[in-house]
Each structure stands twice: as structure tokens, then as C-alpha cells.
């Protein structure tokens, strides 16, 4: 912990004395791990949609091709949710709108295990989706208001890591349920998120909106490219806000850079299970070394860590220049997808590592990429901003789902790998541009 240590940050709080300044950085680090705890359970309510797909096809007797359009409903009603509510978060506190948001999304996934067709299922999974918008910018914001900003790429690269063990959680429990326990997919859909109901609850009783409420001094050492936003009333109205955030290009350039960065994200986590899987999903084969099923937990694995050290990486080694990390990452990222598509699944211990490496570098960028909200338009309009730049996100990985499901109808499964190449190398090209 020692290596987060800013003088600068704790001096700009106006901390002068070493028992506050110690007390001030225990609070802040029991926001950050609210924050990360509550987010870890988060993606039992929505990744684990990919380990269900198989029994809803065997029970529905529906295509992937329209399987894809039940994700995107939920991606792109994720998305809408983002631009709502991380303007919410900005004006009525991370702390309720990210707790409310893990409470709504668990009754949601056991309405979604209750339907009968696939329409009522898309209407449920896509409800869902907005409530699961509630969590990531809200607590975004709220962290937005503890950490300063040379640290903002760790704090966010942690945050993201906790992300990424969120799905390896997801995909584990879904394993458990349809293999261990061997439940049918109905359940995928109940187990798993009683942990989100658990995190969302202690979230709000743990976690507190900002350091004036503990009687700390805000930490803000805010040096962004318009001077004014250091001025920025905590009174700004929600359509300031917007224009504000909408009106700054580096943001817009880096929504869509992340865009196609969130395509071959959600192509991963959507259809790697799929493929893994495979027809015979109700059954491991005997004389496997490894159950095939087990392959797809290096992707989430690889997703955590990435995460955490591109925020490093950003912080560390570029100084701060988020868009460096970025198109390392994503350049790597098209790489090892490339190399993945080559690999059979017979491959147990080759596809392992590649798959870990695949999603290490296609996930890592994200918290570069969030550490860039605050930096680009101040900490008080960092909810906006994250909501902002996360519906460009999923608005492309909506998108994205049913021209993978199509094409996976009518081709090999690892055809996902050529679609998350093609979309990691337009992201790297893309962020380029942005440049802060």
C-alpha cells in the first residue's frame, strides 16, 4: 500500500498532521475496497449469460444469431442506463445509486430465470441491463472524490481489477451450477447473484460519498485542459453537465476508442464459454486431461490482472498518458487473438496461457480509459463522463453480439477470435488520437 502514498495528494486535502493524514488514507482505502467489494459481484448478473446459452437453445430451440440479439438487449439497455445513471451519480451520490443498482439487478435475474420464451427472456435480460448501468459510474464517481489525480490510474486500475475477478467469479459459479450441481440454465441465473445482493447491501452501509463527510478535505489537485473546470459549482445542473462532457473531443475520441475495445471484450466473455463448450455441454469428455469447460476460466483471470497493471502501466511508466497504455495493450491484444484463432481446443495447456494473455490485454485498457474521465473533465463531473464514455462502450458491444452469434451459426467457434482481433486493432488505431 505504501506505493500509494502521495504527498501531494494528502497535503492538497488539507491534512497537516500525520495522525489525520494516516486516518485520511485508511478512509480512503476503505472507499476503494467498498468500492472494489461491492463491483466483484457485479458481473453474476450479467456475464453469465454465455454458460446459459446452451440450455436456452436446447429448451427455446432458438438460433445463436437470436441468442445475440437477447445479449444485446441487455448491452444496449446497459448502455442507455450508463448515460442516465452516471449523471445520477454525479448529482445524487455514487454510495445510493450503485447499491440501489445491485438490489434491482438480482430480482431482475430471477425474473429473467422465469421466463418461458425468447422474447420474455430479452425483455427481462435487457431490464436488467439498466439496473446492472447503476453500479460502474456511480462507483466511479465516488471514487472520483477520494483519489487525486496521480493516482487515479491505479485507484481505477484497481477498481477495474476487481472488475475482472467479478468475472472470473461469474464464469466459476455458472461452472458450478451447470457442472458441479449439474442444474439446468435456469439457475445460472439465481445462485450467482444472491453474492450481489450480499455486496450491494454492504456497500451502502461500508461506503461514504465523499472525504467532507468524514470531515476530511477534498484531495483534488484538479489540472485538466480547461482551466474552469476547477470552478465547476457542486450546484451544476444535469444539462451543464452533459454539454460540458459532450462538448470535450479527446472524450468522444476515447468513447469511441473504447467501443471497439468493449466489442472484443464482450466477444470474448459472450462466446469463449460457447466454444469451450461446445454441442456436448452437458458432459466433460473422460479422458481430458483438463475439463474443456475449465479452459475459458484464463480468460476473466487474465482480464483481472490486465487491468490492474495497465492502470500501473499509465500511471508508472507513461506518466499519466492514458492513450500509450492503451494502444500497447490493444496492439498485443489483436496479437494474441490472432494466435488464439489457430489453437484447437484440444490444445488444454497451450490455449490456457494464449486465452490468459487474450484477455489480459484486451481488458487491461479499461482502466486506463476510465482514469481518463476525471482526468479529461474534473473529479465533480466524472459520473457524467464514465456514463458518457461507457454507452459508447456497450452501445459497439451490443453491436457486435449478433454478427458474432451469426457468424458462429454458420462457422467454427473460434471465428470469435478473428472479430476480437479486427476490433482490438481498430481501438488501438483509434486511441492514437487521443493523446492527453
Not at 495528494?9 to 488514507?25: D, H, K, Q, V, Y
Request: charged share 10%; with cysteine.
Amino acid at each position: 500500500m505504501s506505493v500509494m502514498q502521495s504527498p501531494a495528494s494528502i497535503g492538497s486535502a488539507g491534512i497537516g498532521n500525520p495522525e489525520l493524514a494516516t486516518s485520511f488514507r485508511r478512509a480512503q482505502w476503505r472507499m476503494l475496497l467498498a468500492a472494489m467489494f461491492c463491483y466483484l459481484f457485479f458481473y453474476t448478473g450479467r456475464q453469465t449469460f454465455g454458460f446459459a446459452i446452451p440450455g436456452i437453445q436446447a429448451e427455446f430451440g432458438v438460433s445463436k444469431a437470436a441468442l445475440g440479439w437477447a445479449s444485446a438487449a441487455l448491452l444496449w439497455c446497459y448502455a442507455i442506463g450508463q448515460a442516465i445513471n452516471g449523471n445520477l451519480g454525479d448529482k445524487f451520490g455514487g454510495r445510493r445509486v450503485m447499491s440501489a443498482g445491485a438490489i434491482l439487478s438480482f430480482i431482475m435475474n430471477w425474473a429473467t430465470s422465469l421466463t418461458t420464451g425468447i422474447v420474455s427472456l430479452s425483455v427481462c435480460w435487457g431490464i436488467n441491463g439498466y439496473f446492472q448501468s447503476m453500479g460502474w459510474a456511480p462507483g466511479s464517481r465516488l471514487l472520483s472524490n477520494w483519489w487525486g489525480r496521480h493516482e487515479r490510474g491505479t485507484v481505477y486500475g484497481l477498481y477495474t481489477f476487481a472488475a475482472g475477478l467479478a468475472s472470473v467469479l461469474s464464469f466459476v459459479t455458472s461452472l458450478v451450477v451447470v457442472g458441479y450441481f449439474q442444474l439446468d440454465w435456469r439457475w445460472i441465473f439465481r445462485i450467482p447473484v444472491l453474492l450481489l445482493l450480499i455486496g450491494g447491501i454492504a456497500f451502502y452501509l461500508i461506503a461514504r460519498e465523499k472525504p467532507e463527510d468524514m470531515g476530511f478535505k477534498s484531495p483534488h489537485d484538479d489540472t485538466v485542459d480547461d482551466a474552469a473546470v476547477s470552478d465547476v459549482p457542486d450546484s451544476e445542473g444535469s444539462l451543464a453537465r452533459y454539454k460540458a462532457v459532450l462538448s470535450n473531443w479527446r472524450l468522444l475520441v476515447a468513447g469511441l476508442a473504447i467501443g471497439f475495445q468493449n466489442a472484443a471484450r464482450y466477444g470474448l466473455l459472450v462466446w469463449v464459454p460457447v466454444h469451450f463448450l461446445g454441442a456436448n455441454w452437458t458432459k466433460a469428455d473422460a479422458s481430458a486431461a483438463i475439463d474443456p469447460r475449465w479452459i475459458s476460466i484464463a480468460l476473466p483471470v487474465g482480464m483481472a490482472f490486465g487491468a490492474f497493471s495497465n492502470g500501473w502501466v499509465s500511471d508508472k511508466l507513461f506518466n499519466s498518458r492514458r492513450s500509450s497504455a492503451i494502444v500497447l495493450y490493444m496492439v498485443l491484444a489483436a496479437i494474441t487473438a490472432l494466435y488464439m484463432y489457430t489453437i484447437p481446443t484440444s490444445a488444454v495447456y497451450q490455449g490456457i496461457v494464449v486465452l490468459f494473455l487474450c484477455g489480459f490485454f484486451v481488458y487491461g485498457p479499461q482502466s486506463s480509459f476510465w482514469a481518463l474521465c476525471p482526468d479529461l473533465v474534473g473529479h465533480k463531473r466524472a459520473g457524467t463522463a464514465t456514463g458518457v464514455m461507457n454507452f459508447c462502450a456497450y452501445l459497439f458491444a451490443g453491436l457486435g453480439e449478433p454478427i458474432i452469434g451469426h457468424y458462429m451459426d454458420g462457422h467454427p467457434s473460434s471465428v470469435v477470435f478473428l472479430v476480437v482481433a479486427v476490433c482490438a486493432a481498430a481501438s488501438a488505431v483509434v486511441a492514437m488520437f487521443i493523446r492527453r
